[in-house]
């Protein structure tokens, strides 16, 4: 039991930590304000789909980050097999897609397992940018792992990964 809540308050600490990640890396990337004229098509704070979403497990995610069109990120898992049973694994994305709301990607393989997404981003009707899931990347995630002697087993599921919200300060 103190082992359970132990690894729950390391795995809050780690989504928090990659969170400030991400903000962090948004303001620095970001310029400061000029009396430039700014691009129209980056409007709206509905078109950046760059964040933190949920994945299969409490405690895992999906981090999606948008930069000039292009799509990068990873997943934050916990480990399955008798090696790295209950550890943080992140998987930086291999290969991606990204043209208007549908995505895909390719994870690069960590100790034999690697996932595999296609799908849709789609706004939730009632919800603002700051709610939880107001992303929503619904579509195909495909499990690819190979045993010790090489072959490959898939587990395909359809999904459903909400955004985090996008201002954890605000209620």
Not at 18 to 30: F, Q, T
Not at 104 to 133: C, S
Request: glycine letters at 10%.
């Amino acid at each position: 039991m103190m082992l359970e809540t132990g690894v729950l308050m390391i795995r809050r600490c780690l989504i928090l930590l990659a969170l400030a990640g991400c903000l962090l890396s948004l303001a620095v990337a970001r310029p400061p304000h000029s009396s430039a004229p700014q691009d129209n098509a980056k409007s709206s704070p509905a078109d950046d789909i760059s964040g933190m979403y949920t994945f299969l497990r409490e405690g895992e995610f999906v981090q999606l980050t948008v930069q000039d069109g292009r799509l990068s990120g990873y997943v934050s898992r916990f480990g399955d097999t008798d090696t790295d049973k209950g550890q943080v694994i992140d998987q930086f994305f291999d290969k991606t897609s990204l043209a208007g709301d549908r995505l895909t990607f390719n994870t690069k393989p960590v100790h034999g397992v690697w996932y595999g997404f296609t799908g849709l981003m789609t706004i939730a009707t009632g919800k603002q940018p700051t709610q939880e899931g107001f992303h929503v990347m619904k579509g195909t995630l495909i499990q690819h792992a190979t045993d010790a002697k090489g072959a490959e087993k898939t587990v395909q599921r359809q999904v459903e990964f909400k955004s985090f919200p996008a201002d954890l300060s605000k209620p």
